[in-house]
């Protein structure tokens, strides 16, 4: 069951706003990518004390000359210390080995610390990491996150909280630096089912603009004054918002890679088979973006889709 969290002081952490300097609660940030760099960055402006990782450390060693920050030369450096441990990374084995593994964030993060993923994993995934933490003394919560790289710089991210109510109560100012909304969606691996429907319903929306474009086009619609009308209508959506212009101009070399996609929509369609299901639409879309992937366009944003769209028209 998902609810919108409870009102909730963060007197206690030192911690008063996003431009209020006084949190002195110690943070360490994993995954310095596109989404990762500018949420470590937030925590850092909002005040906490933040050590980054990252693979590259020529990234991090960037990120803490920007934020004023620290960076870590390994990942049992960047954590020892930490009251909270947040990971954003690649997929499941990255997660693995910034985690689990012998060089990882559990076996050296001190006893009662949290440790947070928001990295877009399977659910057995998060479930696997709530175990091994508890086994550890520590305290886990996966919390995916949507909103793209635009929503992660601005500090408006939406997240999806699988876990422990009051941890979730208690982690509200670290959310508060980078996210717009945080919903507890239950306990560990629901958040990222919360997600997995995020993307489905993502698919769906490309899928219907894909083709309302392609047949406006067709039809000798003005594309720039369609998009005004609809937009505020029923057919509203932020991929219309954002992405039909662009769609309409074959612009797809920013934004969300597909290669990503494909990844997520893996999860989707993994959690599916598990619960005896079939997601005919999402199958479609899944082969589309690995053909698509296939001629070289894995880096091209989602609403690439509409390419993959028209050749199918052309059948």
């Not at 949420?39 to 402006?45: D, I, N, S």
């Not at 422990?164 to 629901?190: C, H, N, W």
């Not at 319903?201 to 619609?221: D, H, P």
């Amino acid at each position: 069951m998902g609810y919108q969290h409870p009102t909730f002081s963060a007197k206690s952490f030192g911690y008063k706003n996003k431009n209020h300097k006084e949190n002195k609660m110690r943070v360490s940030f994993i995954g310095l990518g596109v989404m990762g760099y500018p949420m470590a960055g937030h925590l850092q402006k909002a005040g906490f004390d933040v050590t980054v990782f990252n693979r590259t450390q020529a990234k991090a060693v960037a990120w803490a000359k920007q934020f004023g920050g620290q960076y870590a030369e390994t990942v049992a450096e960047c954590v020892k210390n930490a009251d909270v441990v947040l990971t954003c990374v690649g997929n499941d084995d990255d997660v693995r080995s910034m985690t689990t593994a012998a060089t990882g964030a559990i076996p050296a993060m001190k006893p009662g610390a949290v440790l947070i993923d928001h990295t877009t994993t399977s659910a057995l995934l998060a479930e696997e990491l709530s175990a091994a933490a508890q086994q550890a003394g520590l305290h886990f919560m996966d919390a995916p996150v949507s909103g793209g790289q635009a929503g992660a710089e601005n500090g408006v991210l939406t997240i999806m909280c699988g876990g422990d109510e009051a941890l979730f109560a208690k982690m509200q100012p670290i959310f508060a630096a980078y996210g717009r909304s945080s919903v507890l969606m239950g306990t560990a691996g629901q958040g990222q089912r919360a997600k997995m429907v995020n993307q489905i319903c993502i698919a769906g929306v490309l899928n219907g603009l894909s083709e309302g474009l392609m047949l406006a086009e067709q039809a000798g619609l003005d594309i720039p004054n369609l998009v005004a009308c609809l937009k505020n209508g029923a057919a509203g959506s932020w991929q219309m918002e954002n992405r039909a212009l662009t769609m309409s101009q074959e612009k797809f070399d920013f934004g969300f890679a597909i290669d990503w996609m494909i990844k997520d929509l893996g999860f989707c369609l993994d959690e599916a088979a598990q619960l005896g299901l079939r997601l005919p639409m999402t199958e479609n879309t899944m082969t589309a973006y690995q053909r698509l992937s296939a001629q070289g366009l894995g880096r091209m944003d989602t609403s690439v889709l509409i390419q993959a769209v028209k050749e199918a028209a052309k059948k």
